[in-house]
Each structure stands twice: as structure tokens, then as C-alpha cells.
């Protein structure tokens, strides 16, 4: 299209830029402000080939918009900008005009554009905000224009300057001239404009003249700025035809300035017309002078009596006084060799001039402020170039004492000093470098002042060097300055933080001071460009302390921080910042977040910079630079508010030493706390970002991860050491800003990305924590504000305060924390949505986080205990603790499930059952699933029965849509977690719940979604777990059949009929999975009861599938006769017979033994079409391999010789492998049946030895201490203590029985007595406790008689000692024989395990 069609190809590029102009297009966001950029770069490239195309498409666009009629403030704004947009695409086109442009293109642009330019500089409206930008946009391209195209703007002005000598209007209309200004200028056109004026000067009125004379003034200017060069080498090789000009002009305005008044309006140009002419300058400088060089003379010295005050008149002096600043500004752009009589000249004034103007006594002032302050820089500057070493003036503008006005025309004097350096011979600013002390104490006055006089927070009050203390002591900050005051403050400190910006080093410099003392004054001066970064109420101030900071990270500007401890300094000072300045990020305190962001992106690279260049320096002297480890929780936090951290003095921690291999203190050392809170602070600030609703910030926050990784790659460089070391979730920071440079996306897409990336954080730390912690605060607090909005009916007025509060909000940050939220924005409510999913993917890791906190000691990450009492961190239970910020947020989202806001409530719903389902962290599953057994249990009363309202019932469907996504999302790490909390309760309770429900639409529609999870839970059956899964699946079975064609043949309605038929299709797809491998189990009967109850239940089921089939066969001769609407219906119910065909062939396979004799007799049916339904049933569990050797009569007795072969099977190394897996698994509250069952199983087989053994050596090889061996609640003791119990008991009463009988009813052992208490025999409350004849020897040796008779009977029944208790003492010795205590170990056990 370009090649055939360029003029249709160029229109609609300009059709485009004008239809994405703010006027036409409404407020610009971060992708229409880009989209606007690409146009406006296209069409200057365009321009470059098809010029004539691209103006005239522009200045047809500038037209309609001058020309559109706008109402409101908005609109006005939005005018505003798009002419600037147009403004400044025009002046880049123009700027590259090709050289070949021809004659007719130059005509059109004075015809067309010119006039619409001239519009702008024309209407220029003092005091109208936007007027003096558009006046500055439309001189530039003016100028532009002028460059290439100077005949056409010069034919206008010649044209008019003809007009105007033959009007006799007094007023007449000058603005044509006033464009002499505005354009171009070189040398040979200069000359053009003076031979010009002088053939036309006599002429023209007065208003004419006047604005001749003050238009050629600025076009001198033009000129020597632009083409310094050109006015340099007038000097070198002066021009005849030039300096005439100059000289008749000079005469006839000389003789135009009759009246005081006039001469002071003429001065400014006379001394520029005199600077045009070389040749006169050196000549009048004579003892003798012509007659036709003696008016200049004359002027001369009017203008030096003017300067000194003796002329009478404040007008001339005023003038005087401009005319020789013009002088000296002229002076400057001349080389001292070429002409050394104009520096005379100005050496004879000069004295005065600054006398006159820098009196801080009596200031100078001409009522304009704005001129002054202009004349006053000019001055400045000049005298600073002629003269650098002679800066007595600096120190009158220095002082404290002196008016704001010297300080702001000093101030700006510099920066125009740095930033522009055209010429050679013009000294450099280090010559300042001398002040940088004073200036640093300006700085720090200004900014207190007029943070003060904002009424925002209290400037900050910075540690002051000793230098300048009588200074910050003789402040006086008591009483608040006065508007026209903090104004004027504004003005000098943004001036003080461009110079920042200009040249660092000037206000870095420390001359002659000690490390310490640099710091000190370096983070006095960050520190205060860091507190204007959040300013919102001087947002021109903020944006340039940015650009200010930014350059201090420069490798050059850091090495000025403390030349002594440049490493040291750079982690105390930098660390503070970004500490900071990420704090006011989380606590979202500032207007244009975004950008920040970018710019912290910026400083983070710089960072990076400079530790990459340190890098290669010698590790002695910067091993600490890589020390701290940023893993999380096991590092100690220390809280510090930014109060706190600008209050400390940092260069007072650091110790003198020589250069960096000899610093002792650690207290730049990235070990430090600040450092480790930075770090952290930015992580949170990261994190944070990511549930931005601004698509742009969540890119930039993404895209800083990179920066950190390039931190941790850095340092562990250094450090040898693994990366994770120092970023524990590198990978995935890595990913994320992998994903930040993708082509822009959707913001849905995207913010599903961030949560998926969100999930595969693996390990907890301190700052995936807190912003988990924090976002949760905030997303507790917009719930809140959401679900009660409005909760009053609100006064007009009140509604617009509330919602002009909202947007102001809006504009400060990207999240609502402020205590208003409007609906209506849709950003509120996404953004709550954002939050919502990022605590659901994050909640995983921080969970982690509280379980791994007992292994270290923990502090609160930046902040005070207090201030965060709900840390997850305290917590010591994971286990349903409703106390955790975790489990409370789940609470939280089980009651937003049902949320029934008027206005929300849907959205909030539907976003909370994706969110959950989809984006939920899979460690959160237990938990969650928990929960929802809990909630749903409480549907039912103590009877079982349900407590059916619209609420439960809406919980109902939305937990079973839940779990039907979180099933059916295989998301990573999912199966690890789905089995660790049993849905078998839930899942029968949700059942029981929907059987209730009724045969309505919704009803019927919950129940196909039910079975729908059924069929998913089944297909994730591997990775669940059930407690009694074959009981569970029964049941379900039992419950699901019951709604087969439960509704189907009574419905009337059509769509009713599509809907029952769609859920005797999922009834029987999920009954389907439930059966796969069942064997029935029916709740009642055993034996041959068992058999016969399992063979109704079977004939139950089969019959119910029978019956369904034959229901599908009518149904589909019903469809084939009518067609139509019918056809649907066929195709749902060939998949249904399917389905059912299906279900009869697992019910069938698992069941052969109980099912086959009730369906065998269907192959002989009369009806074929049954026959053929079984012999496909047959033929489907022939191909899935069923076996018919269950049909035995000893098939129960045969399944269970197998099982226990199964699980008495034993290795070649005599190891147990299904035992010793089943002692890992069991809980331990079932292991005294497991034992029994075990010891039971193995002795059967005679294999006790070997069962006791495994389990013996395992029990030795896990214990800890002796003291400890088999005295805890194992498995082995319980198997130990099973075995003394079964087979010991009839040995003990065999052994003891006799020995105690003889005890109790022998005559001889009747009256003996065994107490040997010494106690029992003393006489307590005046009574005896035993018989007077009894005595303590006696009954000594009577217990030691008894005694004795039972240790021999022990020791002679050796014989009789079960041969399974020596197994089990035998095993005791030999495992613990190592151990030298076999004998004392089994002793114990024989003696204590019997009682």
C-alpha cells in the first residue's frame, strides 16, 4: 500500500494520530500515552520522505483543534495537551526537513501553518497556566520553521513593517514584528534584518519602533546562542557591511531616544549595536575621537553615570543596568586575545553594576521579578566567565542573611554555568566546588522550610556537620512561612535539586574532612532528596529529586560518598534509601507509583553497577560486601521507622581506617540491619506490585526481580557460594522477569501468569511474609469497605466529597487504602480481585513459613511485635488453627461464597470460586478442605437431618464448583497435597445435602454438577486418600443411582426433560468411575448372609441399568418418528446407553461371583435386544481380563491365604517389606490392632523370629539414647508388649498361682506379716498403726523368705518358658547387644511388661 498509494498510506497514519489525541480520545493512560508516542515517532520518520504530506495533515489537525469548542476543566486539560502533542511532532518534522523541499511547499507552510503558530505566541495570556507552554512550544516551532523556510517567516515580517510605515493608527498592531524573536538567526540574516529595519525605521510609529528595538535585541540573542562561532570570528575578522548596519541603526535610534523614557527603552540595543561593531569600540576607547564616533562615546559615558546612581533617574539607571549586563554577556562569547578593549570596557562597569545589583541591603527591583531575577543570573554567569577567581558576589549570595531572591538567582546562576558550556575559554564549575558546605546547609534549610510551609510531615531534621551548626541553631522554624513565602521556597529548592542533578559532585565535595564526616554530610544530602521523593503536594520537586538520586548512584558520583569508604557507605547510605522509599511504596503514600518504580528499577541497576566494579577489586578489602543471607526467617529483623533511620548519624558508626583494607566496622557491611530490611522492604514493595490493576506497574515490579537476581549473582561470585544462598526463590524471580518481557497481554492473562509463577515459590522469607501479611491487611480492609458500600444514603455533597477522595486515591497509588472504595471505579474492584488471588497462590510458602519458625528465632520483619499481632509467624499449630492469618483468610473466602452484596455480589462469587479452585496454592488444600467439611457438617442437625435454606444451599453449589476446578486443574504440586486431608465426609455430606433438594431446574442443575465432581474425584483417585474407600464408594454408588431416571419420565416441558437426561448422563458417568474395580459391599450380614445380601444389591443395580437401557431403546424410536427437536435428545441418549453399557460391565467385573448368575440368564432372553445388551456387557469384561476363578466355593478362604502371603512375605535378606511399609504408614493410634494383627499373621507362619527382629533393629537403630530404648510409644514395644500378654499369661499363672494360693490360705502364713516400712512402726496421733507383737527383723526375714520362694520357682521353670517369649528375648539381646546392657534390657522387660 505504501508503494502504490503513499498519499492514502500517510493520511491514515495521520488520521491515527489525530484519533488518539487526549481531546478526541479522553484522559491518557500508560498504553494510550504509548500508542500516542509510536504515532508521533512514525510520522517524524515519514516526514522525511513525504514532508509536504505529513505538514499538511498536522496543521490541518492543529486547526479543527484550535477551533473545537471544549467546556470543563477536563476538556480544557485534554486541549491543552494535544496542542502541545502537535506542537512538538511539528517542530520535530520541521527539523528534519529535507534540503530539496520546493518553492510551492514553502509557500503552503507560511499560508497554512504559519498563521496557526503565530496564533499561540500571539494570544499569549499572563498568568494562564498552560498559555506560557504553548508560547514556548509554538516558538520552537517557529524557530524550526525558520530554519529552513527564514524567507517565507521574513517575507511577513517585511511585508508588515511595510504596513506599518504608511499606518496612522497610533495602536497599531506590532505582533508580526514581535516574531523577530522567535526565529533563526545567523549572520548573514541578522544583517538582512538590520538593513531591513534601517531603510524602514523612520517611518514606523512609535509602537513600531519600540518594538523593533526590543525584537532585534532577542534576535542578537538567537544569534550568538545558536551560532556562538559566527559571533566569535566577527571579532577575529570584523565586517565592514556588518558593523555599517550596526552603526546607522545605533544613529538612528540614538536619535529616536529624545526623552528619558526613550533612552531607556533604546540602551539594551544600543549597546548590542555597539558590540556589532568592533572597529568604533577600540576606536571611541581613544583620548581622541571622531566627530561621527563621539554620540557613542557620549552614550558611553551616560551609561557609567547611569550605573554609579548620578543620572537623576531610576529609569536610566535601571536601564543602565540592563544595558550592561547585555555587555557582559556579550563579553563572554569573545576570546580575551581577539579584543582586549571590550574587557576594559566592562572592567570600567562591572564594579558598579554588581554593586547595584547584589545589595542585600537594597535590592535591586524594577517591579518585574521574573526580569530581574533573569538580569541578576545574566550577571552572574558573565562575571563568573570573565572572571571566575573573583567570586565576592558568591559570598554576598551564600549568605544566610541575604533575601531568597540571591539565593534562587545563585542557584540557578550554577546550573545555567553547568549545563551550558558552548565555548572553550569558559571556566569550569569546579571553581564552586569551594561552597559545596554552603550550599549543602541552603539545601537543607530550603527543604525544611518549604516542606513546613506544605503542612505535610514535619521536615525531617538531619544530622548537621559541625561546620554548619550556628547556622541550623539560628534558624528560626517556629512559625509556619506564609504562602508568597513557601512559594518562593519551592521555587529555590527546585533549582537547588536540578543543580543536584546538573553537577553532584558540587554539593559531594568535601574538601579537607575526615571519612566519617563525609558520610555524614553525603546522607544529610540523599536523605533530604529522598523525603521529597513522596511529596505529592510538589510533584515538579519529586520528579527532579528522582532524577537527582539517580545520578548520585552513578559510579562516579558514589565514589564520592566517602572516598576513605566508598563500599562501607555505599551499602549504609543506599540501603537507607531504598528502605525508605520502598516503605512508602507498601504504605502506598505516593502519587505516581508507577513511575517510582521504574526509577527504583534505575537505581537497582546502578547499584548492580557499582558492585560489579567492585567485584574485581581485592576480596580483602570487600569480602563483607557479600555476608548477609536474605533466606528468610532465621535472620534476625531489627525495626526501624524512616524517623528512626534519618535520625541516626551513619557516618558516627564507621571507624577511621586507610583506604578499605583497614575498615574495622561493619557498619556499611551488607550484613548490617538496614541492609537486610532494605532487602527485604524491596521484596515486600515487589511483591506487592504484582496485584496492581495497572498492567504497566506489575510489568516494571516483574521486570525489577531480574536486578535482584543479578545482586545474588554478583555476590555469590564473590562469596563462592550458591545463589539460593542469598535469593532463596532465584529461580522463580528469574521467571518472573523472564515474563516481563513478553509482548504486552491481557491485564486477566497476565495476572493469572503472576499467580502461577506465585505458586512455584518454594521457600519462605521474611519478605514473601510480610507482603502476604500486609496485602491481607488491606484485602480485610477493602472487603469490608466493599461489602458495606453504601451502607447510608449519603447527602449529594457528601457523595461527590467521597468520590473526589476516591479518585485522589486512585491517583496516589494503585490499591484503595485509604477508607472510601467506589464501586462504580472498576479498578476497585479488580484490584481487590488481584489481591484476593495473589494471598490464594502466596498463602502456600507463608503457611510453610509458620511451620519452619520453631527452628529459629523469628522477629516481626519491619516492625514493631505490636504492630503486628496477627503474624503467621507466632503460630505454633498449621493444623486448623482458626487463629492464623492463613486460616482466617480461608474463613474469610468460605463466607464470601455466599456474599449477596446488590451490587457485587455475583462478581465476588464467581471471582472467589475461580480464584479458589484455580489459583489456590496447593498447600493450602488440607486446610481448605477441612474447612469446608467442618461448614458443610453444620447443614445437618444432631438428627442427621438438613437444614435446608437458600444460603446453604448456594454454599453447597459453590463448594462443589470449587472442588470440581481444583480436581480438575493438574497444578504443580497439587498431588503431593490433594491426599493429605480426607474428602470422603464431604463428599457423602454434600450427597446427602443435594438428595433434599427436589426435582426443580436449579436442582437438577446442582446434581449434574455434583456428579460431574464424582466423575473428576475418581479420575484424581491416585492422589487422594480415603479412610474406608471401598465403604465410601458403595455408599456413593448407592446414593448417585437413586437419581437415575428419577425425574426423566415425569416431566412434561421439554428443556426439563434435556436437563433430567443430562443428569441421568452424569449420574451414570460418575457411577461408572465408582464402580470400576468395586466389590459390593452391602452395611449388614456376614457369612453366607454376606453372599446374599452382596447378590440383591447386585441384582438392585443390574435391574436399575436393565430398565434404564429399555428406557433408551423407546425413547430412541420415539426420536427416530419425529426428527427435528428430537435429534438432540438421540444423540444424548446414545452416549447415556453407552454410559450404562459401561456401568453394567464394571459392575459385572468386580462382582462375578455374586452378579453372574443373576445376568447369565439375560443371553437367553426373548427379546434380541437384550441379548445383544449382555453379550456386549460380556464381551467388555472379557476384554478388561475379569477372572472366573472367584467363582469357586473357597474363594474368600483363597483371597485371604493370599493376602496373608502378601503380607508375611519376606526377603532374600530375611527383610519384611510390606510389614515394615505398613509400620510407616499406619497412624499410630491404630498400631496396639496392627500389632496384634502382625504378631498373629507371622506366628501363624511360624515367622514370629523374623517380624521381631526387623522390627527390634529398626527400633534400635532410630533410638536416640539408651535411656529411651523401648520406653516410648513405638511400634516394637507395642508388639512386645502384645506377645508377653498372649503368650505369658498361662505360663504366669501356671508359675504364680500356687506360690500365691499357698500365701493366702496356708495355715503357717496366716499370722505372718511382710511390712517393713520403718515408718508404719512409730506412733502417730498418740496410736500404734500396727500389732505391739509385731517387730521390723521379723517381718524382714519374712519377706525375704517369700521371696526367695518365688525367685526359685522363676528360676526352675525355665523349662516351661514359652518358646515365643524366647524369641522375643532372644531378638531383645542380640539387637542390643552392641550396646552392652543386653542382660539388664531383658531383665526389665521380664520383670516390668507382666503388670
Known amino acids: ?370 526580569a530581574d531575577v533573569d538580569l541578576m543570573i545574566d550577571c552572574l554567569v558573565s562575571c563568573f566567565r570573565i572572571n571566575p577567581h573573583n567570586n565576592q558576589h558568591f559570598k554576598i549570595c551564600l549568605a544566610q542573611n541575604s533575601p531568597s531572591t540571591f539565593h534562587y538567582v545563585l542557584v540557578n546562576s550554577l546550573h545555567r554555568i553547568i549545563t551550558n558550556s558552548a565555548l572553550d575559554w569558559w571556566p569550569k564549575i569546579d571553581a564552586v566546588y569551594c561552597h559545596s558546605m554552603e550550599l549543602r546547609s541552603m539545601f537543607s534549610e530550603t527543604l525544611h522550610k518549604a516542606i513546613q510551609g506544605c503542612g505535610a510531615h514535619p521536615a525531617i531534621r538531619m544530622t548537621p556537620s559541625l561546620t554548619f551548626k550556628e547556622k541550623m541553631t539560628s534558624l528560626k522554624f517556629k512559625e509556619k512561612p506564609t504562602d508568597l513565602e513557601t512559594r518562593s521556597y519551592k521555587f529555590l529548592l527546585l533549582s537547588l535539586v536540578k543543580l543536584i542533578h546538573a553537577d553532584p559532585k558540587l554539593l559531594l565535595c568535601n574538601p579537607r574532612k575526615q571519612g566519617p564526616e563525609t558520610q555524614g554530610s553525603t546522607a544529610e544530602l540523599i536523605t533530604g532528596l529522598v523525603q521529597l521523593v513522596p511529596q505529592s503536594s510538589m510533584p515538579d520537586i519529586a520528579q527532579e529529586a528522582m532524577e537527582a538520586l539517580l545520578v548520585l548512584h552513578q559510579l562516579d558520583s558514589i ?123 524491596l521484596e515486600v514493595a515487589l511483591y506487592m506490585f504484582l496485584w496492581s490493576p495497572d498492567i504497566e506497574a506489575v510489568l516494571v515490579a516483574m521486570s525489577c526481580f531480574r536486578h535482584l537476581c543479578e545482586e545474588a549473582d554478583i555476590r555469590c561470585g564473590v562469596d563462592e557460594v550458591s545463589v539460593h544462598n542469598f535469593l532463596p526463590n532465584y529461580n522463580t524471580f528469574m521467571e518472573f522477569a523472564s515474563v516481563s518481557n513478553m509482548m504486552s497481554t491481557g491485564r486477566a492473562a497476565l495476572q493469572k501468569r503472576v499467580m502461577a509463577l506465585l505458586r512455584r515459590i518454594e521457600h519462605p522469607t521474611a519478605g514473601n511474609t510480610e507482603a502476604w501479611e500486609d496485602t491481607h491487611a488491606k484485602w480485610e480492609q477493602a472487603t469490608k469497605l466493599i461489602l458495606n458500600y453504601p451502607k447510608t444514603k449519603m447527602e449529594d455533597g457528601q457523595v461527590t466529597e467521597s468520590l473526589h477522595k476516591t479518585i485522589v486515591k486512585r491517583r496516589m497509588s494503585h490499591v484503595s487504602g485509604g477508607g472510601s472504595i467506589d464501586l462504580s471505579d472498576t479498578d476497585s474492584l479488580q484490584e481487590w480481585i488481584n489481591m484476593t488471588g495473589f494471598l490464594c497462590a502466596l498463602g502456600g510458602v507463608c503457611l510453610q513459613h509458620r511451620s519452619s519458625a520453631g527452628l529459629a528465632t523469628y522477629s516481626p520483619p519491619m516492625g514493631p511485635v505490636n504492630e503486628r499481632k496477627g503474624s503467621m509467624i507466632s503460630m505454633v499449630s498449621t493444623e486448623g488453627n482458626a487463629e492464623t492469618p492463613v486460616s482466617k483468610f480461608i474463613d474469610r473466602l468460605l463466607t464470601l461464597m455466599v456474599c449477596n452484596h446488590e451490587k457485587v455480589g455475583l462478581q465476588i462469587r464467581t471471582n472467589i470460586k475461580d480464584l479458589v479452585g484455580l489459583e489456590l496454592s496447593p498447600a493450602l488444600y488440607p486446610m481448605l478442605f477441612n474447612k469446608l467439611k467442618n461448614t458443610i457438617s453444620k447443614f445437618f442437625d444432631s438428627q442427621g437431618q438438613v437444614l435446608l435454606t437458600e444460603t446453604n444451599t448456594q454454599f453447597v453449589e459453590q463448594t462443589i464448583a470449587i472442588m470440581k476446578n481444583l480436581l480438575d486443574n493438574h497444578t504443580e504440586g497439587s498431588s503431593e497435597h490433594l491426599g493429605q486431608a480426607s474428602i470422603e465426609t464431604m463428599m457423602l455430606n454434600l450427597v446427602r445435602y443435594v438428595r433434599v433438594l427436589g426435582n426443580l431446574v436449579h436442582a437438577i442443575q446442582i446434581k449434574t454438577k455434583l456428579c460431574q465432581l464424582v466423575e473428576v474425584m475418581m479420575e484424581r483417585r491416585d492422589d487422594l486418600s480415603f479412610c474406608q474407600e471401598m465403604k465410601f464408594r458403595n455408599k456413593m454408588v448407592e446414593y448417585l443411582t437413586d437419581w437415575v431416571m428419577g425425574t426423566s419420565n415425569q416431566a412434561t416441558d421439554e428443556d426439563v426433560k434435556c436437563l433430567t437426561r443430562d443428569l441421568d448422563q452424569a449420574s451414570m458417568e460418575a457411577v461408572v468411575s465408582l464402580l470400576a474395580g468395586l466389590p459390593l459391599q452391602p452395611e449388614e450380614g456376614d457369612g453366607v448372609e454376606l453372599m446374599e445380601a452382596k447378590s440383591q444389591l447386585f441384582l438392585k443395580y443390574f435391574t436399575l441399568f436393565m430398565n434404564l437401557l429399555n428406557d433408551c431403546s423407546e425413547v430412541e424410536d420415539e426420536s427416530a418418528q419425529t426428527g427435528g427437536r428430537k435429534r438432540g435428545m438421540s444423540r444424548r441418549l446414545a452416549s447415556l446407553r453407552h454410559c450404562t453399557v459401561l456401568a453394567m460391565s464394571n459392575l459385572l467385573n468386580a462382582n462375578v461371583d455374586s452378579g453372574l448368575m443373576h445376568s447369565i440368564g439375560l443371553g437367553y432372553h426373548k427379546d434380541l435386544q437384550t441379548r445383544a445388551t449382555f453379550m456386549e456387557v460380556l464381551t467388555k469384561i472379557l476384554q478388561q481380563g475379569t477372572e472366573f476363578d472367584t467363582l469357586a466355593e473357597t474363594v474368600l478362604a483363597d483371597r485371604f491365604e493370599r493376602l496373608v502371603e502378601l503380607v508375611t512375605m519376606m526377603g532374600d535378606q530375611g527383610e519384611l517389606p510390606i510389614a515394615m511399609a505398613l509400620a510407616n504408614v499406619v497412624p499410630c493410634s491404630q498400631w496396639d490392632e496392627l500389632a496384634r494383627v502382625l504378631v498373629t499373621l507371622f506366628d501363624s507362619r511360624h515367622l514370629l523370629y523374623q517380624l521381631l527382629w526387623n522390627m527390634f533393629s529398626k527400633e534400635v537403630e532410630l533410638a536416640d539414647s539408651m535411656q529411651t530404648l523401648f520406653r516410648g510409644n513405638s511400634l516394637a514395644s507395642k508388639i512386645m508388649t502384645f506377645c508377653f500378654k498372649v503368650y505369658g499369661a498361662t505360663y504366669l499363672q501356671k508359675l504364680l498361682e500356687p506360690l500365691l494360693r499357698t500365701v493366702i490360705t496356708s495355715s503357717e502364713w496366716q499370722h505372718v506379716s511382710f511390712e517393713v516400712d520403718p515408718t508404719r512402726f512409730e506412733i502417730q496421733g498418740g496410736e500404734q498403726m500396727l500389732e505391739p507383737t509385731e517387730s521390723l527383723e521379723e517381718n524382714q526375714r519374712s519377706l525375704l523368705q517369700m521371696t526367695e520362694k518365688f525367685f526359685h520357682a522363676i528360676i526352675n521353670s525355665s523349662s516351661e518358658f514359652p518358646p515365643q517369649l524366647r524369641s522375643v528375648c532372644h531378638c531383645l539381646y542380640q539387637s542390643v547387644l552392641w550396646q552392652c546392657l543386653a542382660i539388664k534390657v531383658v531383665i526389665t522387660m521380664m520383670i516390668h511388661r507382666p503388670n
Not at 602 to 618: H, V
Not at 631 to 636: A, K, N, Q
Open 1 to 370: 500500500m505504501a508503494a502504490h498509494k503513499p498519499v492514502e498510506w500517510v493520511q491514515a497514519v495521520v488520521n491515527r494520530f489525530d484519533e488518539q489525541l487526549p481531546i478526541k480520545a479522553g484522559q491518557q493512560n500508560t498504553h494510550t500515552k504509548v500508542s500516542t508516542e509510536h504515532n508521533k515517532e512514525c510520522l517524524i520518520n515519514i516526514s522525511k520522505y513525504k514532508f509536504s504530506l505529513v505538514i499538511s495533515g498536522l496543521t490541518n489537525i492543529l486547526k479543527n483543534v484550535n477551533n473545537m469548542r471544549i467546556f470543563g476543566e477536563t476538556a480544557e486539560k485534554n486541549l491543552y495537551l494535544s496542542q502541545l502533542i502537535i506542537l512538538d511532532t511539528l517542530e520535530k518534522c520541521l527539523a528534519g526537513q529535507p534540503k530539496d523541499t520546493m518553492r510551492l511547499d514553502e509557500t503552503m507552510l507560511v499560508k497554512q501553518l504559519l498563521p496557526e503558530i503565530c496564533h499561540f505566541i500571539h494570544t499569549y495570556r499572563e498568568g494562564n497556566q498552560h498559555a506560557a507552554e504553548l508560547r514556548n512550544s509554538a516558538s520552537g516551532v517557529l524557530f524550526s520553521l525558520s530554519c529552513n523556510n527564514f524567507n517565507a517567516v521574513f517575507s511577513r515580517i517585511s511585508t508588515r513593517l511595510q504596513e506599518l510605515t504608511v499606518c496612522s493608527e497610533d495602536n497599531a498592531d506590532v505582533h508580526d514584528i514581535e516574531l523577530l524573536q522567535y526565529i533563526s538567526v545567523d549572520c548573514s540574516k541578522l544583517k538582512r534584518l538590520l538593513q531591513e529595519t534601517v531603510f524602514k525605521f523612520k517611518a514606523l510609529k512609535k509602537v513600531a519602533q519600540l518594538a523593533v528595538i526590543n525584537s532585534l535585541e532577542k534576535a542578537f540573542w538567537n544569534w550568538v546562542e545558536n551560532y556562538p562561532d559566527e559571533f566569535t570570528k566577527l571579532y577575529q575578522t570584523p565586517q565592514t557591511d556588518m558593523a555599517d548596519c550596526a552603526e546607522k541603526l545605533f544613529d538612528l535610534v540614538d536619535g529616536f531616544a529624545e526623552s528619558t523614557k526613550r533612552k531607556a527603552a533604546v540602551w539594551p540595543l544600543q549597546i548590542i549595536l555597539l558590540v556589532l561593531c568592533p572597529e568604533i569600540i577600540q576606536d571611541i576607547a581613544k583620548d581622541v575621537v571622531e566627530e561621527t564616533k563621539m554620540n557613542k562615546k557620549l552614550f558611553l559615558d551616560n551609561l557609567r553615570k547611569a550605573l554609579a546612581g548620578h543620572s537623576g533617574s531610576r529609569q536610566l539607571t535601571e536601564s543602565a543596568a540592563i544595558a550592561c549586563v547585555k555587555l557582559c554577556k556579550a563579553s563572554t562569547y569573545i576570546n580575551w586575545e581577539d579584543n582586549s578593549v571590550i574587557f576594559l570596557l566592562v572592567q570600567s562597569m562591572v564594579v558598579d553594576l554588581k554593586n547595584l545589583l547584589f545589595n542585600p541591603s537594597k535590592p535591586f527591583s524594577r517591579g518585574n521579578q521574573n
Open 559 to 681: 565514589d564520592l560518598w566517602n572516598p576513605d569508604a566508598p563500599i562501607e557507605t555505599f551499602w549504609e547510605i543506599s540501603s537507607q534509601m531504598l528502605f525508605y522509599i520502598c516503605k512508602k511504596l507498601t504504605s502506598h503514600q505516593m502519587l505516581s507509583s508507577t513511575e517510582i518504580l521504574k526509577w527504583l528499577r534505575e537505581i537497582l541497576i546502578c547499584r548492580n553497577k557499582f558492585l560489579l566494579k567492585n567485584k574485581q577489586s581485592d576480596r580483602s578489602s570487600c569480602h563483607f560486601l557479600f555476608l548477609y543471607d536474605v533466606s528468610g526467617g532465621g535472620t534476625s529483623q531489627i525495626s526501624l521507622d524512616h524517623e528512626e533511620m534519618i535520625r541516626c548519624a551513619p557516618g558516627a558508626t564507621l571507624r577511621k581506617g586507610k583506604g578499605n583494607s583497614s575498615m574495622e566496622s561493619t557498619a556499611g557491611c551488607s550484613g548490617t540491619p538496614i541492609c537486610r530490611q532494605a532487602q527485604t522492604k
